[in-house]
């Protein structure tokens, strides 16, 4: 859904992917936001949250948002495209 690149102070960049899971945490965690209010009004706040739930997801970082915050840059938000779960798969023609 969307890539980022985290910068630590002290160490080197890598890539992050934030997923539909870290949408919902993300969601859950935040009131009365939406995916959908998210991509209309972009917030640095809600980039670090999403970042930071999706490193950890993936054992990238394991402190907590306040230090991921305070520790990290980011950059190269890139929204990727994911498939529609109630788009229907083109027929095979079988």
Known sequence: MIDFTVTPDNG???DVKAGSRDVLVWEKTSKGRS???LMNDLRM???YKL???AA???GLF???LKEFEETCELSG???TEEMDPTQSVPSTGR
């Open 51 to 53: 970042a930071h739930f």
């Open 35 to 37: 995916f959908q209010s």
């Open 12 to 14: 080197e960049p890598y």
């Open 62 to 64: 394991e402190g907590t």
């Open 77 to 79: 938000f890139t929204e």
């Open 56 to 58: 950890k997801r993936q």
């Open 45 to 47: 706040e809600d980039m």
